[in-house]
């Protein structure tokens, strides 16, 4: 394939298909296509087999801009630029890994900023750098700053309320101290997932799938000139999920038997029904 190499860290994809981020356009910045617990595996180095894995012992000694086994927690970054100019950067997901993320690829890429926050899930490696938001807001002792928008099914918003009460928190209590915490503005999409919503000027469908035969999901379907289908949890599509007009499939395909009754087996299970469009399989596991 390809451009497999392309999407694999830090790499752009410019969504009007011309080769990326050089000024003016939109891309696509995936910021990880790793699986939860990132590559390379801990365990491969601090305890490493004999023979060592080739992956994860190759991982350390190559940049990761060209090292196809340094992979973060799944994540795209959206460098949306409107029609009049506007340029907006929309982050789906915001797992363990996403410090790390914004250390590597933010940089590396100029990217200033996060505009609005769009979530899959409510899984780790989806929400756990939600914290590190604050990191890239400016900085007020008093929290007295524009939230950012982040978007999230009800159910993701219960969970989340349970793991990061503080962020979720809309006044003080009596006696309680201001702690400098990310300042988030939670939008819930509606239930049924049949109607768009804009984050940043650009329309997102929701896109329901199974991950796991009893977790639902959301991808998302977005891009003016050019359709994008940004999937990375999933293990069946729902008749009722419209995903055939798409250029990009970004899955979480893992290669492991024990995980496959969450996430789709990465062999032959997937077919694009559109025969123009494109799709990319993104491998996230290294065994
Ligand atoms: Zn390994
Ligand atoms: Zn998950």
């Known amino acids: ?9 830090g790499a752009l994809e410019g969504a009007a298909g011309n080769g990326g981020r050089s000024g003016d356009g939109s891309a696509l910045i995936f910021l990880g296509t790793g699986c939860s617990s990132a590559v390379p595996n801990a365990m491969c180095l601090i305890q490493p087999s004999d023979p060592p894995c080739q992956v994860c012992s190759q991982s350390l000694s190559i940049p990761p801009d060209r090292n ?11 460098d949306y630029c409107s029609s009049d100019g506007i340029r907006n950067y929309i982050i789906i997901d915001v797992g363990k890994t996403f410090r790390e993320q914004v250390l590597r690829w933010f940089t590396f890429h100029n990217i200033p900023r996060v505009d609005s926050i769009v979530l899959t899930h409510e899984h780790a490696d989806a929400i756990l750098g939600l914290d590190d938001i604050r990191a890239i807001q400016p900085h007020s ?8 928008a982040i978007y999230l099914t009800r159910h993701s918003m219960d969970s989340i309320a349970t793991k990061f009460p503080y962020l979720v928190q809309k006044k003080l209590r009596e006696g309680q101290e201001v702690r400098r915490v990310a300042q988030l503005d939670w939008k819930i999409i509606e239930e049924h997932y049949d109607k768009p919503f804009v984050a940043s000027g650009l329309k997102f469908f929701p896109l329901p799938v199974m991950h796991g035969e009893d977790y639902l999901c959301l991808g998302y379907l977005f891009g003016e000139k050019c359709k994008v289908a940004y999937i ?13 007009r798409c250029c990009i499939f970004s899955f979480s395909c893992v290669l492991t038997y024990i995980y496959t ?3 789709f087996h990465f062999v032959g299970d997937v077919k694009c029904r559109d025969e123009t469009s494109i799709c990319y399989f993104v491998i996230l596991m290294s065994l």
């Not at 394939?1 to 860290?9: C, F, K």
């Not at 086994?69 to 959206?78: D, G, P, W």
């Not at 008093?142 to 950012?148: E, F, G, L, Q, V």
């Open 141 to 148: 002792p008093t929290n007295d700053i524009d939230p950012t």
């Open 68 to 78: 196809p086994n340094y992979r973060c927690n799944t994540s795209l970054l959206i």
């Open 232 to 244: 990375s949890d999933v293990s069946r599509f729902p008749s009722n999920t419209e995903y055939g």
């Open 261 to 263: 009754f969450k996430h």
């Open 1 to 9: 394939m390809e451009n497999q190499n392309a999407l694999q860290n």
